[in-house]
C-alpha cells in the first residue's frame, strides 16, 4: 500500500525491479529518494512523483499495459534494461515515444539520479503531481462560464474543440472533461500533434507492427489531440476515416482537441480536412486570454506562490504592491503558463517580498529599465527566449531545447542558471 505523497517528497514507484537495478534503486535511496516497489499488474496509477520500469524480455508482450499505466498516472516515467534488449522490434521507438529518459544497465548512479532530477523538476515544471489538486483557478465572468460549460459538456461522450492561446490552460480544461465524463477510471492519452512529423505521428496514432497506437492506447478513455492544427493534412484524413467508421467498427474512445489558431481559417486555405472539422466542432470550448482575466491574475499568482512553497517545503513570500501592480499592468503574450513561470522566478530569488523586478517586470513591462551593459541585454535575451520556450512547449522539453537550437542537457543548465527549473 502506497503512503500518500508530502508536498516535499520524492516518491519513485519502481515497476518490476530485478537483481540488476538493485544497485541504482540503494543508490537513490541513499539520497533520500523514497522507493516503492510493485509487480506491472498491481501497480497504482497514483501515489508516487515519478516512475520507473524495470524493462525486461517479457514485458514486450504487454506493452498495451505499459502504455495504460503511464497515461492514466499523469506523471514521468523512466525507465532501465538489459542493452540486450535494444536490437528487439520497436523497442527503441517504445522507449523514446513513452519515457522521459531510459539507461542501459548497469549504468552511472550519478547520470541516472541527475536524469531523475530533471524528470522531477519537469513534473513540478507542468504541475503534473498536483493535477489532482487544480482545477481551474479564478472567480471572472470567464471563468465562471467557462467551468459551468465544462461541467455541462463533461458526461456527454461527443467531441469537443478547445480553443484559446498558447498558455491559457486547454489541456487542463481537457483534464476537467476527463474527469466529469463516465470515462473518468480510463486512460487520459495526450498525443502533441506538433512534435512529430507526418510518418511518426501517424505512427504514433494508428500504430505500427506490435505497437496498436494511441487510438487503441486510449480505449474505455479519452484521447487529447494537442494542437491539432499542426497534424499533417494527410493524418487528418486517415483520422476522420476512422472516426466517421459505424460505432461497432471505430475505437470506443472519446475525442478532444485542442487549437491555437483558426480551423476555420484552415479549411478555407486547404490546410485542414473540412470532414474532420466538422467532426471535431459539434461542441467548442472557447477560453479566454489571461488579460481578459484581470481579477484572477492575483489570485492565480498567489495560488503558484502557496505550490512552489509547498513544493520546496519553505513558507513563500509575499507580493510587494508594485509587484502586483506590474502584474495587473502586463498584457500576458504567455497566458497562466508565463505567469507560473514568472512567479517560480520570483519566488527562487525573493527572501520575504517579491517584487516587480523579481517577476522580470518593471513598470509593467518585462525587461525595460537602465540601459545596462551588453551583458545584462545578453542575459536578458536569453532569460526572455527560455520563457517563450517554456510556453510554448512546457509539455515537451526535449522540443523546447531542439526549437531553440540547443542540448538538452544545454537547455536545462540555463533553466537553473535563470532559476526557472
Same mark, same amino acid.
Given at each position: 500500500?502506497?503512503?500518500?505523497?508530502?508536498?516535499?517528497?520524492?516518491?519513485?514507484?519502481?515497476?518490476?525491479?530485478?537483481?540488476?537495478?538493485?544497485?541504482?534503486?540503494?543508490?537513490?535511496?541513499?539520497?533520500?529518494?523514497?522507493?516503492?516497489?510493485?509487480?506491472?499488474?498491481?501497480?497504482?496509477?497514483?501515489?508516487?512523483?515519478?516512475?520507473?520500469?524495470?524493462?525486461?524480455?517479457?514485458?514486450?508482450?504487454?506493452?498495451?499495459?505499459?502504455?495504460?499505466?503511464?497515461?492514466?498516472?499523469?506523471?514521468?516515467?523512466?525507465?532501465?534494461?538489459?542493452?540486450?534488449?535494444?536490437?528487439?522490434?520497436?523497442?527503441?521507438?517504445?522507449?523514446?515515444?513513452?519515457?522521459?529518459?531510459?539507461?542501459?544497465?548497469?549504468?552511472?548512479?550519478?547520470?541516472?539520479?541527475?536524469?531523475?532530477?530533471?524528470?522531477?523538476?519537469?513534473?513540478?515544471?507542468?504541475?503534473?503531481?498536483?493535477?489532482?489538486?487544480?482545477?481551474?483557478?479564478?472567480?471572472?465572468?470567464?471563468?465562471?462560464?467557462?467551468?459551468?460549460?465544462?461541467?455541462?459538456?463533461?458526461?456527454?461522450?461527443?467531441?469537443?474543440?478547445?480553443?484559446?492561446?498558447?498558455?491559457?490552460?486547454?489541456?487542463?480544461?481537457?483534464?476537467?472533461?476527463?474527469?466529469?465524463?463516465?470515462?473518468?477510471?480510463?486512460?487520459?492519452?495526450?498525443?502533441?500533434?506538433?512534435?512529430?512529423?507526418?510518418?511518426?505521428?501517424?505512427?504514433?496514432?494508428?500504430?505500427?507492427?506490435?505497437?496498436?497506437?494511441?487510438?487503441?492506447?486510449? +480505449?474505455?478513455?479519452? =484521447?487529447?489531440? #494537442?494542437? !491539432?492544427? /499542426?497534424?499533417? @493534412?494527410?493524418?487528418?484524413?486517415? $483520422?476522420?476515416?476512422?472516426?466517421?467508421?459505424?460505432?461497432?467498427?471505430?475505437?470506443?474512445?472519446?475525442?478532444?482537441?485542442?487549437?491555437?489558431?483558426?480551423?476555420?481559417?484552415?479549411?478555407?486555405?486547404?490546410?485542414?480536412?473540412?470532414?474532420?472539422?466538422?467532426?471535431?466542432?459539434?461542441?467548442?470550448?472557447?477560453?479566454?486570454?489571461?488579460?481578459?482575466?484581470?481579477?484572477?491574475?492575483?489570485?492565480?499568482?498567489?495560488?503558484?506562490?502557496?505550490?512552489?512553497?509547498?513544493?520546496?517545503?519553505?513558507?513563500?513570500?509575499?507580493?510587494?504592491?508594485?509587484?502586483?501592480?506590474?502584474?495587473?499592468?502586463?498584457?500576458?503574450?504567455?497566458?497562466?503558463?508565463?505567469?507560473?513561470?514568472?512567479?517560480? +522566478?520570483?519566488?527562487? =530569488?525573493?527572501? #520575504?517580498? !517579491?517584487? /516587480?523586478?523579481? @517577476?522580470?517586470?518593471?513598470?509593467? $513591462?518585462?525587461?525595460?529599465?537602465?540601459?545596462?551593459?551588453?551583458?545584462?541585454?545578453?542575459?536578458?535575451?536569453?532569460?526572455?527566449?527560455?520563457?517563450?520556450?517554456?510556453?510554448?512547449?512546457?509539455?515537451?522539453?526535449?522540443?523546447?531545447?531542439?526549437?531553440?537550437?540547443?542540448?538538452?542537457?544545454?537547455?536545462?543548465?540555463?533553466?537553473?542558471?535563470?532559476?526557472?527549473?
Amino acid at each position: 500500500m502506497l503512503e500518500a505523497v508530502t508536498p516535499t517528497s520524492r516518491r519513485v514507484l519502481v515497476v518490476d525491479p530485478d537483481d540488476e537495478c538493485e544497485p541504482l534503486l540503494e543508490a537513490l535511496g541513499a539520497c533520500a529518494w523514497g522507493i516503492e516497489r510493485c509487480e506491472l499488474d498491481s501497480a497504482p496509477t497514483a501515489g508516487y512523483e515519478i516512475g520507473l520500469l524495470c524493462l525486461r524480455p517479457e514485458h514486450l508482450s504487454h506493452l498495451g499495459s505499459i502504455r495504460a499505466l503511464i497515461s492514466q498516472s499523469g506523471t514521468e516515467w523512466m525507465t532501465v534494461f538489459d542493452p540486450e534488449l535494444l536490437p528487439a522490434p520497436g523497442v527503441n521507438d517504445f522507449i523514446g515515444e513513452w519515457f522521459f529518459d531510459g539507461y542501459a544497465l548497469p549504468g552511472d548512479p550519478l547520470l541516472f539520479q541527475q536524469s531523475l532530477g530533471h524528470a522531477m523538476s519537469l513534473v513540478r515544471l507542468r504541475g503534473l503531481s498536483r493535477l489532482h489538486e487544480q482545477e481551474l483557478i479564478g472567480h471572472s465572468r470567464a471563468l465562471r462560464g467557462l467551468r459551468k460549460q465544462l461541467a455541462k459538456l463533461g458526461p456527454g461522450d461527443v467531441p469537443v474543440l478547445i480553443q484559446g492561446e498558447s498558455g491559457t490552460g486547454k489541456t487542463l480544461a481537457a483534464r476537467v472533461l476527463h474527469r466529469h465524463s463516465r470515462r473518468v477510471g480510463g486512460p487520459f492519452v495526450v498525443v502533441d500533434c506538433a512534435a512529430f512529423p507526418q510518418e511518426r505521428l501517424d505512427q504514433i496514432l494508428f500504430g505500427s507492427g506490435d505497437d496498436q497506437g494511441r487510438l487503441f492506447a486510449a +480505449r474505455s478513455g479519452t =484521447l487529447l489531440l #494537442d494542437d !491539432i492544427g /499542426a497534424m499533417p @493534412l494527410a493524418v487528418q484524413q486517415a $483520422l476522420f476515416e476512422r472516426l466517421s467508421m459505424p460505432r461497432r467498427g471505430r475505437a470506443d474512445v472519446r475525442i478532444l482537441a485542442t487549437t491555437r489558431s483558426s480551423l476555420h481559417e484552415a479549411v478555407t486555405q486547404g490546410r485542414f480536412d473540412a470532414g474532420l472539422f466538422g467532426w471535431l466542432g459539434q461542441q467548442t470550448v472557447d477560453i479566454a486570454p489571461l488579460r481578459k482575466r484581470q481579477g484572477d491574475i492575483a489570485l492565480l499568482a498567489t495560488h503558484f506562490l502557496a505550490l512552489y512553497g509547498a513544493d520546496s517545503g519553505r513558507h513563500p513570500p509575499t507580493f510587494s504592491d508594485r509587484a502586483l501592480a506590474a502584474m495587473a499592468r502586463y498584457h500576458w503574450p504567455g497566458n497562466v503558463r508565463e505567469l507560473a513561470t514568472r512567479v517560480r +522566478r520570483g519566488f527562487a =530569488l525573493a527572501d #520575504d517580498t !517579491i517584487e /516587480a523586478n523579481d @517577476l522580470g517586470l518593471e513598470g509593467g $513591462l518585462p525587461g525595460i529599465g537602465l540601459l545596462g551593459t551588453l551583458e545584462d541585454y545578453k542575459r536578458r535575451a536569453e532569460y526572455q527566449a527560455l520563457c517563450d520556450a517554456l510556453t510554448r512547449y512546457s509539455n515537451n522539453l526535449s522540443l523546447a531545447a531542439r526549437m531553440l537550437g540547443i542540448s538538452r542537457p544545454t537547455f536545462y543548465r540555463l533553466l537553473h542558471k535563470h532559476q526557472l527549473l
